[in-house]
């Protein structure tokens, strides 16, 4: 598995660019991934402006600012999509925590170009994305988490329990709920995972 994470780390894309991607298919209107469907075309457009608002607004307090600050040294790498909508209310967010520090390396890859990595790191036997996978220099994995925040993913769960499924009503109430939350779910599993590992590198 060492290897493949190293592979995928090398070929990884660094945020910046990702983001350009994401723009530049939403004008062409493109989408990524095997499924050029409109719907995923329309979340791609809805999704680059997502990104441009949260990489102008999202901000971390101080207090979590020092927190990651002290960060060993890491790489994050991401699985996602560009028509995914976890994925651009979650990305911009660990971008701003990786921003915190240079021990912190920030690197994408397109999920249905990367099965191989995407196959090794399911949830709950699921191809969910966006999924964050987090090794050290020596490309041990020191942990996993995604494809959404424990608080949204109780929201989606009690969904479909007394819905049965996930629709287009809940992923709007969903987003709404992003909105609302500021990524505050988000960093809170992420420190919450740090302090649980407690690596020393």
């Excluded at 997502?50 to 207090?63: A, C, G, Q, Y």
């Excluded at 790191?121 to 988490?145: C, E, H, M, R």
């Excluded at 479909?160 to 499924?165: F, H, P, Q, R, V």
């Amino acid at each position: 598995m060492k290897t493949l994470l190293k592979n995928s780390v090398q070929k990884g894309i660094s945020y910046e660019a990702y983001t350009q991607i994401i723009q530049e298919q939403a004008k062409e209107g493109k989408t990524s991934g095997t499924e050029q469907t409109i719907e995923r075309i329309n979340f791609t457009k809805l999704n680059a402006s997502r990104i441009r608002r949260l990489n102008k607004t999202f901000t971390l307090n101080k207090e979590q600012f020092f927190f990651f600050k002290g960060t060993p040294k890491q790489t994050w790498l991401i699985l996602t999509e560009s028509w995914c909508g976890d994925a651009a209310q979650t990305i911009p967010v660990l971008n701003k925590i990786a921003e915190t520090t240079s021990n912190i390396t920030l690197k994408l890859l397109f999920r249905d170009d990367n099965i191989d990595l995407m196959n090794t790191f399911l949830t709950n036997g699921s191809q969910a994305i966006p999924k964050l996978i987090v090794v050290d220099k020596f490309y041990n994995v020191l942990y996993v988490w995604g494809s959404r925040s424990k608080k949204a993913t109780k929201l989606v769960e009690n969904y479909k329990n007394e819905y049965g499924k996930i629709d287009n009503d809940f992923k709007r109430q969903l987003q709404i709920w992003y909105n609302q939350n500021k990524g505050k779910s988000i960093i809170e599993d992420i420190m919450e995972l740090t302090n649980k590992n407690n690596f020393v590198l």
